[in-house]
């Protein structure tokens, strides 16, 4: 009996588990219908509307020059003054260094000797080709009365009167005489080209005087032009050689921004330059404004997405932008072209937005224009031939958006809300 209870009462509890688990399933409460509207999700939207925008790009570029004006030593000397330091403002015509004038007026006076010792070689060629002149008319007589003599002594020689040695002296005289004259008709003919000799060595003296004039006067460097000094090189006291860069200057008119731009933009920019269309950028240094024009582009880039460009300062204070510093700039793109705007909380990714169609998501491809505040809510400007007005985008920021997610419009996008 003991084992038959050991047996079957295991059975039994099984049995009566089962019956008690269907008992409850089949009387347990029945379930809700789930309400499909609790399952969207609430959205703001933005109309499509397509306005003539003038798109903005976010540029990063540096404060530079290719137009740094350096100061050197035209001769060798020493430091006797600094006038200025980097960062120093000055004026055309402001003296910034003076160098030991020594050296330059011990070459300049060696020049000058040169110079007068040349040209009291001119005045004496000049002397010298009068007396040769005079010298032919005067050895063309001697050699007349040279052939007379040898003629006569002939004569007397055939009579007996004079020896044949009296002959031959009077024939080398002859020859004597007609050598001096060859030497005197050689010397008026060489002289024009040794008075051109003279001439040009006269030329050259002079050019080398001219030069160290200069560079004694250019013992006290001068700024050319209203700058500002960039950086100074050496210090009172320092033995500088000529070509020697003493400092830099810089001029306002010459400062640039040098920004890199992306490809796309590149060649919208170079067909606005050349129909001498401005194309401007702004940016704020230390809370001043500055105006700049894009000016030109490199002419090679490193970078395969971007190409850098040069914009010159239109506005602002140059004086007070450092060389070399990193900025911020908005550039304005002018175009003709309509431009639809869409609130940044809009575009997902850089290229794709979400039209509502039926209370459904449908993403949308679109092509990134630029950037641009409307009444002070940041945004960019958009192109798509799939976008008509009228149509709805999405302007909530929703990280589940995909494409079909079911939505529920609750309201209507306004500038300076929080999506």
């Known amino acids: 009996m003991r084992q038959l209870i050991r047996f079957v009462l295991p059975a039994i509890i099984i049995i009566v588990a089962i019956v008690v688990f269907l008992f409850l399933r089949s ?127 002939r004569q007397l020689a055939q009579s007996n009167r004079v ?20 030497q005197r008709e050689l010397a008026v003919e060489q002289h024009p080209s040794r008075l051109q000799q003279l001439t040009a060595s006269l030329k050259r003296a002079e050019s080398q ?26 210090a009172r006291g320092d033995r500088v050689t000529a070509n020697t860069v003493l400092a830099t200057l810089v001029a306002p008119s010459q400062i640039e921004l040098k920004a890199t731009l992306p490809l796309r933009f590149v060649t919208a920019a170079r067909e606005l330059i050349s129909k001498e269309i401005p194309i401007q950028a702004t940016a704020w240094v230390d809370g001043v404004e500055y105006q700049f024009e894009l000016d030109r ?63 459904h998501l449908k993403a949308v491809n679109v092509q990134l224009i630029g950037e641009y505040d409307r009444q002070g809510e940041p945004g960019f400007l958009i192109q798509s031939q799939d976008l008509h007005e009228g149509d709805q985008l999405l302007a909530s920021r929703l990280p589940q958006a995909v494409e079909g997610l079911a939505v529920d419009v609750v309201s209507q996008f306004a500038e300076g809300s929080a999506l």
């Not at 029945?30 to 976010?58: G, K």
């Not at 001219?210 to 050496?234: D, H, K, S, Y």
């Not at 239109?314 to 900025?327: H, N, Y």
């Not at 990714?349 to 039926?358: A, K, N, Q, S, T």
């Open 163 to 182: 020896s044949a040695r009296d002959v031959d002296l009077a024939e080398q005289a002859l020859r004597q005489q007609r050598v001096a004259l060859l």
């Open 297 to 359: 582009f490199a002419a090679q880039t490193d970078r395969s997405a971007s190409m850098a460009g040069f914009f010159r300062l239109v506005s602002g204070d140059a004086t007070q932008l450092p060389l070399g510093r990193f900025i911020e700039a908005n550039m304005t793109l002018p175009s003709d072209e309509p431009r639809i705007w869409i609130p940044t909380s809009a575009l997902y990714g850089r290229d794709r937005v979400y039209l509502i169609e039926d209370n």
């Open 27 to 153: 009387t347990r409460p029945e379930a809700p219908p789930v309400d499909e509207d609790q399952r969207r999700w609430p959205i703001a939207v933005i109309d499509v509307e397509a306005t003539q925008l003038n798109p903005s790009i976010r540029l990063f570029g540096q404060i530079n020059t290719e137009a740094l004006t350096s100061l050197r030593a035209r001769s060798a000397g020493d430091v006797k003054q600094v006038l200025v330091q980097s960062g120093q403002g000055v004026k055309q015509g402001q003296l910034v260094v003076r160098l030991d004038a020594l050296d330059a007026q011990a070459e300049r006076d060696q020049r000058l000797a040169e110079r007068d010792d040349l040209l009291a070689q001119q005045a004496q060629r000049l002397s010298q080709f009068e007396s040769d002149q005079r010298a032919v008319s005067q050895e063309r007589e001697l050699l007349s009365l040279a052939e007379r003599q040898l003629e006569r002594n």
């Open 209 to 234: 005087l001219q030069i160290a004039v200069r560079n004694l006067t250019a013992t006290e460097l001068i700024a050319p032009e209203t700058g500002r000094i960039v950086e100074v090189m050496v």
